[in-house]
């Protein structure tokens, strides 16, 4: 027993490794409790076990490490911290748990994987589990197979990894063991449920009998997918759902789970790749070139078998596929033809995506080959070039297939096209971009007018598909020219195309319908849809040409998407005849304008024109025959009409119908001739260029430019040439470049630049330099060919350009178009926009003829020299040809040859002619990414530094090309990055540190560099884990730092760390991605408000429109109106100042800022997502304000936005703000939402210095706080850190008068943000380099400690006052200044603990201090606070309420201004504030808000029997501390009245640290319990009354009974009154019944603390007040809940007995309360719920089993609960088994067992009786060596200082036990100094105990009304018999005789002493030996006199002036105020 003291005494951590294994199953046991306790899964409890969880796993002992497994488990559920440990004890399972024979163990074991995994830690416990498959026991084999089948079935295939799993799965088939065998088994049929038939080709080589069993199984499972069922901790939203659907049922679960499909397994992931080059015949290539056929035929045979493989490892296959490409393309024998082919397919399919290099060369000689008629050649080829694809991308082999669509050969045209309809069905929208259908649809169209029929029905499979991937809409605008039978052929194909089973092509299906609904949901006429309208119609629509088809045609237009706006936009109008034309005009226009046409007189001529002008205007759009109209205006004269003002009068009427009407290309060629023609007129050009820019807008500019363009240069006219190309310019602008087809018309171009006429070559000059604008460097090319002069005049034009960016494109922009624009723009984005289109018009040079074999042969011949004769031939070629097509023959395979010469100057050679090939081949360049590409990469790797810097210059001339999408695609990045070479690492990763910046979307290949980048970090040289470091928060941006993190689980445990660490600091340095780019999505989505209009929602299109045009009142029409009106509008822009000016006036009246729905909730959450870069800087870097501008542009007016970032005009910033502050009022709600950026603008202009716009600002803050303070808004944390310090930067400003406003903000600042939390703030402002600024933030901080108290001193006061106190020693005088005032503004709040407070001062410093402090201490008298002081608290106690959502007592501020009545409450209001600062630690919540109270006259006026008190109560003796003499009595009633949160805010002030409040509060309450049918009003409220009240008792306990400062007297007035309270409250048993257990358990916990407090009977009367609580503790144990109590007392037990450090008298007393509870069982059980009260004692029975409980000092625990039960077996009879039901196992303990071995002998129950019975004779017969160990026990207590007390209490006990004890042998060898003082102790005791049972319960104590419960005789009343029966008792057993009679029992009843006869000392039953009426009377009048002089001297020192020292003057000031309240209500 020495050695189980010894470690008993140790911490639970020191005991789970202590080398007893008794002690580690105890601190297990004690671990798993502790655990299951702590609630913080971050407390730091948790991290002293994080090295020892192993061992609990891998104890020796089988018991212990049972238990320990139970603690590990709860560890592993609970801990924050346990994910580290996973691999360890993961690791400990499986090897010292899974080969345990219990089964318990294993499955412990088992669930601790399981719960790892539940914790994010999957593939750790997934590799150990497989690691423990390879282990020699069978056992352990056998449990990790079960564990990760176990783990599959409920968390599924996401979560657990297959690839691993079915790898090692075959060799548990071959294990010699069964139970390994069965396992496997069981596994692969869960598998199988997961991945179905992907599982079938890893397990083809087991055993045939095993596979047979496997098939039978499979087939028996159920066809549905199997779903999760357990979930990681990140997947709690998952979880949610999945129990709804559980609830739901199964159907619609099974519906639900539609939008979310489990991810298809690829079987080929699940295969190991076969190695097969080396595999091949050694004369292979030999044999391939033999001239017999069946020679070669050998060679490929053995090469189809080894292809047949179905994964292979990647390699150099270049010689391979050479080889196989030149027997497809020149093997005349057809079989071996076919035999290459298939072994091409078999190499793709096998290599996948590393076959994707050779995809290039192969293409174009399958696709030759086609010309084979044979079937099988052709299938074979098929199969070949299909696969082909699948390892590629359609962009890298469109050229080649572009190549032969116009083949001579139908063969080849028919399979090309093929081909690609096969192609297409693997794509989707994203990978069949537009720009791939524009390349391809013009060779479709062509084949599609073929003569060969099989030709023709390839084309229309090839654009059915195309149609049914991306939708019709997507398609018809390149279908325009085709009639409709051909159209009807198209879709009739895309209606039989089944798409492939991927997400793409679903997704395609479903859009493709919406898009052919969209448009006549826009227009109701039509029925046809837009793509059979876009076809020219024949002869028989002609008379519907000008109506509803035009409808249907516009809409279709308006909602089609693509580059050229004509194709998109418009539709094909047939030319009608003159006759038709007339007639439809006639019905539109007047007769006599119609007649006077072709008048000869020229004014009959210009009024016919002002009367079609006006019918024109008047006319609605869908009524505008445009066609008929411009045809009128062509008649004779037409175009050549000789009067300028019919002319002019004429070209305007042109552009109004091309505005108005449905302007059509058809109707557009009527009017160009007569435009261009007049364009050079000096009087009518304007008009005709006004015209132009009309047809433009209708037609688009693309279209209209080159018609206008080819149209003048047919001219001789220099002049309209010369306009023609300035209209051109200007048109440019305004439009945009997008869609202009440059070919169209730079042979113009080039003939206006050689023409005589100069202001021809200068017009045409000039429009080069806007082209220039669009389309930059690569525009000059056209023009090299040109004079030196005049390229030298072109280049200089260039150079003006230079530097400028593209103006705003704001006419042809409808929403469609922009949002087209903007798809654009993204597909565009990689591939360097539109850059590349113009790269694509430059002629280019076929050169594969060029590289001959000869030239190829010489750069691989062994002579350097000669191979640098290769190099050079290909250099000369390529420089020839400048522009070059794709196609380079066998070069590629060439040039990579030489990239790793032996020869460096070759290699550099090499790579100067790859730049070439960039340059020369453009953006076609992609193709070779892989082939070439990459090869450029490893050359990084070279150890000379000029060649990796070549490479570097190389690879970026690739990148400008190409883009960096290509490069990331696929694993030959990884690969690289995988070669352990320094050089290389450190470029790559530096190329992308630099790159993935740039880039908005990466492919998801990139994170398979992420392992590699992760090395990277750790390598041995620096330089590599320097550019690592750099490019990881790249990495980041991209990739998301979850996803980076999860990748760490595969790194050793070593790495992990410094790892996870470097990703923390690259997070918060993560660059945010880049915002689309402006100049292409941006441009044309920002106009006019276009862009805030198109991102609210449908809810807010409406401004644009009428932003255009006003006198449009049908909204129908209003998709069609937006471009229209908006041109006619921008077309008078261009031209006039004037109105412009308008127009931004008319703009500004809208509003400035935009509610865009939960913007500011998306902000917070991107910015804590780390999306975007947080708001946190020195200096605003250019990133920031790029980021505030994006932000803002969804929010802010367009306007507002460019004036605030005006780059150069400080007014106009100025002039915004101001625009803000007008309209904050108005637009009060969008200030809100875009508070966060409003503020962030701020925090950028602080940095500035202009002072114009700082003072500007400040006086907008100074607007703005008192209005968010009046709305009631607070500022979130989001917005106040990304202000807040960099306000404060601006406190330390030069200027006087910054500084004040500055200070004045943040003074209004506290009212709309916490002070406590901008304390922070401005201590950080006190670390400043600024001394002004450090000065300033220390006087601000003395402030807030003024007006707010310590409180709002954070973290703490004292760590803050540290910080402060040392700016006392500052070198600036005035920071000095500043901090020795803060200091004394908080010594006037807390008095002489400001010294403790701030630390060691030296000598110096702390002088100072004190001389200051002694200053103040003159200056400021002690007074109550200044009236402003006072408005400050009861600002702050409004706010306080009002903001803090804790708060208990919640209400508006009082509408009604406050009346000069003088009352109690202003004086109460000045006492709480001078309280408050001298006891600062009250929590703001708790204290009462006098104001709300004082000013609530509504209430008082409703109430009309607030008058009616009994005022003569008043003249009694007053029996409690300020019962009815307190200021805010009078009001109480009308306030619980009105509302129960009177009751919450008073309950709340109950727990108040400061004593005044708290006895305040208790005594309101106090005054409603006493009143009955008051008393009503706290039900609902005593569970929150009860944790106050025990709050209370628990700070009296720690704080206040410590603290010396505080007069004993009146904490012993605050016990009276929680006393009393309580006694009241237990008087009522309606409302004790509602106090829950928990609540009961704290309740009886702290009223035992107190009767055990030896402090306590120190204080006057403490003994009285021991006895109350006697008193009160039998009256909850009676008249409160029967289960709860009981289950309280259970648990309080079990508690008690845990804690090692509790007194063990505390267990004695729960357990005499317990013993009270089990007498009075009969009478009680009927009202307890026996279940609850089982699952307690199972409880308490499991963490105390029988064993643990003998082995404690005392037996009583065990008696006792063993009475228990007996009790209850004895009252219930075997019913009680029934009552387990709660109980969720209940082999976890003893109970059953004991239950049923009790109910099993319930004849014989007077157990109990004999125990309680015989226990003294049992006693008696002790045994002498117990007797001895007992008192030795004793004596060593006596013996020690600390437990002298409780010895002789004990050793008085026992002598009165056991009367005949011996005691002379222990006092035998003491001194005579310790036999006296033991002598003197016991005679003490005894008298104290005598003197104790003496006095009963006082009224001191307990209130009046407390007294009724009759224990307590009063006034002459008789003596209840519980004093004779306590007397009897203690006679009894002074007597040695038994208490167990009737009379006993009745004692007990009356008293509640049922404990066991062993007398345990207990405060509960207090020996009252001598007591009687007399002296009770006696000393209850003495008590009366003493309360009542305590009463006096309370009121003597109070500080309400108002308080009277006697009930008389109290009365009276109660009349006042009631007649005060009368009048209020009158």
Known sequence: ?????????????????????????????????????????????????????????????????????????????????????????????????????????????????????????????????????????????????????????????????????????????????????????????????????????????????????????????????????????????????????????????????????????????????????????????????????????????????????????????????????????????????????????????????????????????????????????????????????????????????????????????????????????????????????????????????????????????????????????????????????????????????????????????????????????????????????????????????????????????????????????????????????????????????????????????????????????????????????????????GWKETNFQVMQMKLHIVGLIAQKGSFSKTSAFVVLDGLVDKIGDVKCGGKAKEGLTATAEACSLPWTAEQVVSMVFAQKNPKNQAETLNWLSNAMKEFGFTGINVKGFINNVKTALGATNPAVRTAAITLLGVMYLYMGAPLRMFFEDEKPALLKQIDDEFEKMQGQSPPAAFRGTKKGGAEEDGEEADEQEEDGGGAHDIMDLLPRTDISDKITQDMVDKMADKNWKIRKEGLDEVAAVISEAKFIQPSIGELPMALKGRLNDSNKILCQQTLTILQQIAVAMGPALKQHVKSLGMPIITVLGDSKTNVRAAAMTTLQAWVEQTGMKDWLEGEDLSEELKRENPFLRQEVLGWLAEKLPTMRTVPSDLMLCVPYLFICLEDRNGDVRKKAQDALPTFMMHLGYEKMLKATGKLKPASKEPVSALLEKARAVMPAKPAPPPGKAGASKSISGGAPAAKSGPSKPKPVIDDYDDDDPEPDTKSKKVVKPGAAKKGVLGKKAPVTKAKDEEDRSGVIFILVPNGKEQRIKEEKGLKVL?????????????????????????????????????????????????????????????????????????????????????????????????????????????????????????????????????????????????????????????????????????????????????????????????????????????????????????????????????????????????????????????????????????????????????????????????????????????????????????????????????????????????????????????????????????????????????????????????????????????????????????????????????????????????????????????????????????????????????????????????????????????????????????KSDQTNILSALLVLLQDSLTTSSGSPMFSELVMKCLWRMIRFLPETINSINLDRILLDVHNFMKVFPKEKLKQLKSDVPHRTLKTLLHTLCKLTGAKILDHMSMIDNRNESELEAHLRRVVKHSGNFSGMKSDRGTEKGQDDRMSKAKVSDILSEIFKKIGSKENTKEGLTELYEYKQKYSDADLEPFLRNTSQFFQSYVERGLRMIESEREGKGRIQPSSTVIPQHGLDSGSVPLNGEEMKPAVYYERLKILRQRQGLENNSRQAQLLQQVEGDSGPPRPITSLLSKPSVASSTDMLQSKLSQLKESRESHFQQEQSHSHSPTRSSSPAANLDDLKKRLERIKSNRQ
């Open 1 to 637: 027993m020495g050695d189980d003291s010894e470690w008993m005494k140790l911490p639970i951590d020191q005991k789970c490794e202590h080398k007893v294994w008794k002690a580690r199953l105890n601190g297990y046991e004690e671990a798993l409790k502790l655990f299951q306790r702590i609630e913080d899964e971050k407390s730091p409890e948790w991290g002293k076990y994080l090295g020892l969880l192993k061992k609990f796993v891998t104890d020796s002992n089988a018991v212990a490490q049972l238990k320990g497994l139970e603690a590990a488990l709860a560890y592993v559920e609970n801990a924050h911290l346990a994910g580290k440990t996973s691999g360890e004890v993961v690791s400990g399972v499986v090897s010292k748990v899974f080969n345990q024979p219990k089964a318990r163990a294993k499955e412990l074991g088992s669930d601790i994987c399981l719960m790892y995994i539940e914790i994010e830690r999957a593939e750790v416990v997934q590799d150990e589990l497989i690691k423990g498959l390879d282990n020699k026991n069978p056992k352990i084999v056998v449990t990790c197979i079960e564990t990760l089948r176990k783990a599959l079935s409920e968390f599924g295939s996401k979560i657990i990894t297959l690839k691993p799993v079915v790898k090692v799965l075959p060799k548990q088939f071959e294990s010699r063991e069964k139970a390994v065998r069965d396992e496997a088994k069981l596994l692969s049929i869960e598998i199988y449920k997961w991945i179905r038939d992907a599982l079938r080709p890893p397990l083809q080589g087991i055993n045939s009998v095993q596979l047979k069993e496997l098939e039978e199984e499979w087939v028996k499972l159920p066809t549905t997918a199997p779903k999760q069922s357990r979930f990681l901790r990140s997947q709690q939203a998952l979880k949610a759902r999945f129990e709804q659907q559980q609830a739901a049922g199964g159907d619609e679960a099974d519906g639900d789970d539609d939008d979310e499909p489990a991810p298809q397994v690829d079987p080929y992931e699940l295969l190991e790749p076969v190695e097969i080059l080396s595999k091949l015949p050694k004369d292979f290539y030999d044999k391939i070139e033999a001239k017999k056929w069946q020679e070669r035929k050998e060679a490929l045979e053995a090469l189809e078998t080894l292809a047949k493989n179905p994964k292979l490892e990647n390699g150099d296959y270049g010689d391979l596929v050479r080889a196989l490409k030149k027997v497809i393309g020149k093997d005349a024998n057809v079989m071996l033809v076919t035999l290459a082919a298939k072994c091409l397919a078999g190499l793709a399919a096998g290599l996948r995506k590393k076959f994707g290099t050779y995809a290039g060369h192969v293409v174009p000689t399958i696709l030759e080959k086609f010309k084979e008629k044979k079937p099988q050649v052709v299938q074979a080829l098929q199969e070949a070039i299909d696969a082909v694809f699948l390892t590629t991308t359609l962009q890298n082999i469109s050229e080649d297939v572009l190549g032969v669509m116009d083949n001579k050969n139908p063969s080849i045209k028919q399979q090309a096209s093929l081909f690609l309809a096969r192609s297409f069905r693997h794509c989707t929208q994203a990978t069949l971009p537009k720009s791939m259908l524009k390349a391809f649809c013009p060779a479709f169209l062509k084949q599609v007018n073929d003569s060969a029929p099989e030709v023709r029905d390839a084309a229309y499979e090839a654009l059915g598909t195309a149609m049914k991937v991306v939708g019709e809409k997507a398609v018809n605008p390149f279908l325009t020219d085709l009639d409709k039978l051909k159209l009807d052929k198209i879709k009739e194909s895309a209606d039989k195309v089944e798409l492939l089973g991927k997400k793409g092509g679903g997704g395609a299906e479903k859009k493709a319908p919406a898009a052919k609904v969209a448009p006549p949901a826009k227009v109701a006429p039509p029925a046809e849809n837009p793509a059979r309208s876009s076809g020219p119609p024949k002869k028989a629509s002609a008379a519907k040409s000008g109506g509803p088809p035009k409808k249907g045609k516009s809409a279709s237009a308006l909602g089609a998407k693509g580059k050229k706006v004509t194709e998109t936009k418009e539709f094909i109008e047939t030319e009608i005849s003159i006759e038709v034309c007339e007639e439809k005009s006639a019905a539109v226009l007047p007769a006599s304008c119609m007649q006077l046409l072709d008048s000869a007189n020229w004014k009959e001529r210009l009024a016919s024109m002002e009367e079609f002008q006006k019918a024109v205007e008047q006319m609605d759009k869908n009524e505008m025959p445009c066609q008929a109209l411009v045809r009128m205006l062509a008649k004779k004269p």
């Open 1174 to 1678: 947080k708001w946190n800087f020195q200096t605003p870097r250019d990133e920031y304000v790029d980021q505030l501008k994006t932000q803002m542009s969804s929010c802010f007016a367009r306007w507002l936005q460019d004036e605030l970032f005006h780059a150069s005009d400080f007014q106009r910033q100025v002039k915004a703000i101001g625009v803000m502050g007008e309209r904050m009022e108005d637009e009060l709600e969008g200030t809100l939402s875009c508070l966060d950026l409003i503020l962030k603008w701020f925090t950028l202009r602080f940095f500035e210095t202009n002072s114009t716009v700082l003072m500007k600002v400040l006086e907008y803050l100074k607007q703005l706080f008192p209005t968010l303070s009046r709305e009631n808004y607070h500022l979130n944390e989001y917005e106040a850190s990304s202000f807040i310090p960099y306000l404060i930067l601006k406190v330390g400003e030069s200027k006087d008068v910054v500084r004040k406003d500055v200070r004045a903000i943040l003074t209004m600042l506290c009212k709309v943000y916490p002070a406590s939390k901008v304390f922070p703030f401005l201590m950080d402002g006190t670390k400043s380099k600024n001394s002004k600024q450090r000065a300033e933030c220390l006087e601000e901080l003395g402030c807030l400690i003024e007006n707010y108290g310590m409180n709002v001193c954070q973290p703490t006061p004292a760590k803050s006052l540290k910080e402060i106190a040392v700016h006392i020693g500052d070198r600036d005088n005035s920071v000095r200044n500043a901090a020795l005032n803060t200091v004394v503004t908080v010594y006037n709040v807390c008095g002489d603990q400001v010294y403790k407070l701030i630390g060691n001062l030296s000598e110096k410093e702390m002088s100072m201090l004190e001389e200051r402090v002694k200053r103040s201490a003159k200056k400021t008298p002690a007074a109550a606070p200044p009236p402003n002081r006072q408005a400050a608290e009861r600002e702050r106690l409004q706010r306080e309420h009002s903001s803090n959502p804790n708060a208990t007592f919640m209400r508006k501020p009082a509408q009604q201004p406050q009346e000069d009545v003088p009352n109690k409450l202003n004086q109460a209001r000045a006492q709480n504030a001078e309280r408050e600062h001298s006891h600062p630690s009250i929590p703001k919540e708790f204290q009462l808000d006098l104001d709300m109270i004082e000013n609530d006259h509504t209430r008082v006026s409703e109430l009309p029997d607030l008058v009616q008190h009994k005022l003569e109560e008043l003249l009694e003796p007053i029996m409690m501390p300020e019962p009815k003499i307190r200021s805010v009595s009078p009001h109480f009633d009308d306030l619980h009245n009105s509302t129960a949160s009177t009751i919450n805010f008073v309950i709340s002030q109950v727990a108040s640290g400061d004593i005044n409040t708290s006895i305040q509060a208790l005594a309101q309450i106090d005054e409603v319990l006493r009143q009955e049918d008051k008393a009503d009003a706290m039900s609902g409220h005593i569970d929150q009354f009860l944790i106050a009240t025990f709050m209370q008792l628990r700070l009296i306990y720690n704080t206040h009974m410590a603290d010396d400062r505080l007069d004993k007297k009146d904490i012993f007035k605050l016990y009276s009154c929680i006393i009393g309270n309580m006694l009241s409250l237990f008087s009522m048993e309606s409302l004790a019944r509602e106090a829950s257990m928990g609540v009961l358990k704290d309740l009886m916990h702290g009223l035992i603390t107190l009767m055990l407090d030896a402090r306590v009977e120190d204080i006057e009367d403490g003994q009285q007040l021991i006895r109350s609580v006697n008193l009160l503790v039998v009256r909850v144990l009676e």
